[in-house]
């Protein structure tokens, strides 16, 4: 441990660890006055940043290159063992992306491609691995060449050791959508099974918005509460529930499908075959509203987009939108009287508007008791909360397994 000139503990900052793993890895072991030289970084700042890499083991001093010249030349740090690390996939609708994270939680590589989920021809497993490869092959030297265990998100109900469920109503949502029968082959097993095999490390698979909820609960705005409501508003809209630290998923992965949710008796059709449900109401809101979105895809994701870039006519779309999702989280404060909701992926601008308008509605449907004891707040990990909710689970399974 280092301490500063005030006496306080300081620790490095992640900027400096990076500089200073990056110059390990691209140079070799290297004295502290190469690493000053080479990362740019002020004398006291490597000093305190290779102590604590030394502390924590991640470095060792080793022998110095040469006893020729006078004096006793200066030790050199190298990295002790490789920085072991874990991987996690993620899939949305329209994207797949592989992130490198290290066993502490560092974002260490990431790639993405574009991917549509629903595609029968690619299977976002195989092409997942062969990113996953490509990004830990970014790293080069200093990190493990495999990663230890693998994470997978997607969007739909997931149970372990099934894979996505209500597969039958999906067969027909994909038939609606892209006009053909039939699902996806990997959409029939668990992909956790399949990670399992291809890399013969321990996987585990779970929903995008309950890694959010994992991950904003772990990492972010729901820190230290115990009964937490996460609403996803990235790509759709979904919810996860974490109580006590614990995802509750429900008796088939159900729980959080806020999206068909029923907000209007006969109202517009949704893709899973009922009427009315929260993202049929919500697309349809957008989409009808006037001068608006008439030449735009109606999904949430360029609703918010377009309100983030200032588009005023969308903003007030949105909020119209909004109320309805209100009656939704509103409904569900009576029942469950959380600690916290937390809104996830949404930009700071237009976060601040929905939240002004959520909380009115929710104290109007449960309340002034509910509403004053239910903390409203924005994400704190943005759209990549998902990734330390995978984060999260890969602890978990490491964990068990030490
Ligand atoms: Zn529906």
């Not at 899939?91 to 502490?104: D, F």
């Not at 308008?357 to 309340?367: F, W």
Request: net charge negative; with cysteine; proline share 4%.
């Amino acid at each position: 441990m280092v301490r500063g000139d005030t006496g306080a503990v300081v620790s490095p900052s992640a900027k400096a660890v990076r500089a200073v793993r990056s110059a390990l890895t691209a140079h070799g072991p290297l004295s502290r006055a190469e690493l000053i030289e080479r990362t740019g970084l002020a004398r006291s700042t490597v000093a305190r940043t290779v102590q604590t890499l030394l502390d924590h083991g991640e470095l060792r001093e080793t022998e110095p290159r040469s006893t020729a010249g006078r004096g006793r030349p200066p030790a050199l740090v190298t990295f002790a063992g490789d920085v072991e690390i874990v991987g996690f996939l993620g899939l949305s609708h329209s994207e797949l992306r592989a992130v490198v994270l290290t066993h502490e939680g560092e974002v260490v590589a990431e790639r993405r491609t574009p991917f549509d989920s629903l595609s029968r021809e690619s299977d976002p497993i195989s092409v997942g691995a062969g990113l996953l490869d490509e990004a830990v092959a970014d790293l080069g030297g200093g990190y493990a060449a495999e990663v230890s265990a693998i994470a997978f998100g997607m969007p739909g109900a997931y149970v372990p050791g099934i894979g996505l469920t209500g597969a039958s109503e999906l067969e027909e949502q994909v038939a609606t959508i892209v006009g053909t029968g039939g699902l996806p082959d990997w959409m029939r097993g668990d992909p956790a099974v399949t990670l399992r095999e291809r890399f013969g490390v321990p996987a585990v698979a779970e929903n995008d918005a309950n890694l959010m909820a994992l991950g904003e609960v772990h990492f972010g705005a729901g820190a230290g509460a115990s009964g937490v409501l996460v609403v996803k508003l990235v790509d759709g809209v979904g919810a996860g529930l974490v109580i006590n630290g614990r995802l509750f998923r429900g008796a088939a992965g159900m729980a959080g499908e806020i999206a068909h949710v029923s907000v209007a008796e006969d109202g517009p059709p949704c893709l899973c075959g009922r009427r009315g449900c929260l993202a049929a109401v919500l697309a349809t809101t957008a989409l009808t509203a006037p001068g608006t979105l008439r030449d735009a895809p109606a999904r949430l994701g360029d609703v918010f987009a377009r309100a983030a870039f200032g588009d005023s006519n969308v903003l007030a779309d949105l909020l119209t939108s909004v109320r309805y999702l209100g009656r939704v989280i509103g409904d569900l404060c009576v029942w469950l009287n959380p600690d916290a909701i937390v809104l996830a992926g949404l930009d700071e601008v237009v976060g601040a508007r929905v939240i002004a308008s959520l909380a009115g509605e929710i104290e109007a449907r449960a309340g002034r008791l509910v509403g004053e004891s239910t903390t409203l707040a924005l994400g704190a990990l943005g759209p990549d909360a998902d990734v330390m909710g995978g984060f999260v689970l890969l602890r978990g399974l490491l964990a068990s397994r030490a």
